[in-house]
């Protein structure tokens, strides 16, 4: 009963070792990726007056996809480094010494990587495709609701893909003057529109501008003829036609598990296998978080004490934990090209685990190795 006891005292005190490591080292790692990754849209507040609070709102979107990627790999590296400093700080030795078997000290670390492979799992069926699906759509709306604000006087303004816009001056009541239109977003029909003057408009769709006293001039494909066409008023979105107009073209990123499974019909038939790999990969990657703790397991806690420590188990571990993030890659890759190696995903993910607990927890219970383990000097 004391060594019941005695154990489970440890195994809270082991968890929160882990618990806090993992929160700490997660933490840091996405707060680094995501300034790394937000520095592309700085631009929008250097540039173009874009508040903090929209900047923060748009790039913290992406951190739940930066967190479903690193948690099974941050989750290796805390079970590594706390094992092996318990290791180097000779307590895993009293607690052998107190009876604790492989299974008893690997229990802690088995717990938080059950908690980790369940928030992979909520990450990648559920946050992820709808943090991505509101950060597509709200950078959608934040480059048309800046579209009118991107119009500098004296400077050719691409306002977005195939629409440039000059302005020769802005008055201070938000009347332009002198304003040029080349409209290339129809690529059957592209045309350069100049107006004398016109005015910047607000509409549920975004901005557009109103020209006044101007003309439209467009080449005919056939005849080769330049046609002109004179208008009292005109008006011209400025909104990013080709994300309006149809239906709306889905990303795989932002699709759920059922529409990964039967794509829908509006994506290039040759990008389907793409889409079912997709699937199955967000299903079974989260079981590499436990595979990446066994592998950390098996290093940290099988093999000879050393009283100066030693480097060679440590450096294996992480060989070997980068040679399964690599197979990973390297079967996801070929899964999206065949569907009928799916079946790699899974084996990648949960096999490496399996024998890495078999190796750690079943030869301790044979008799051959119930004997004490000499102590290496």
Known sequence: MRIAIFGTRLDRYIFRQLLFGLLAVTSGLTALIWLTQSLRFVELIVNHGLSISVFMRLTGLLI????????????????????????????????????????????????????????????????????????????????????????????????????????????????????LVNDDRDKNNPATILAERGRLLESPTGPRVLLIDGSRQSIDKQTGRLDILSFKENVVDLTDNAHQNGPKILDMSEASIPELLNPPTNIPQIDAPRWRAEAHKRLASPFTALSYAAVALLFSLTGTFRRHGGILRPLASVATTVGLVALGLAVDNIAARDNALIPLIWLQAILPGVVCAWLLLVPPMLPSRRRPMPLAT
Do not use: K
Not at 112 to 140: G, M, Y
Not at 141 to 156: K, P, S
């Open 64 to 179: 739940p996809s930066f967190i479903a990627v690193i948690l099974p790999i941050t989750t290796f590296v805390v079970v590594q480094f706390v094992y092996q400093r318990l290791a180097g700080d000779r307590e895993l030795t009293v607690m052998r010494a107190a009876g604790l078997s492989s299974l008893a000290l690997a229990r802690p670390a088995f717990v938080l990587a059950i908690l980790s492979t369940l928030a992979c799992f909520a990450l990648n069926i559920w946050l992820v495709p709808a943090s991505l699906a509101a950060f597509r759509q709200f950078q959608w709306e934040i480059r048309n609701r800046i579209a009118a604000f991107l119009v500098q006087e004296g400077v050719f303004t691409q306002v977005s893909d195939g629409l440039t816009v000059y302005v020769r001056s802005r008055e201070p009541d938000g009347t332009l003057r002198g304003i």
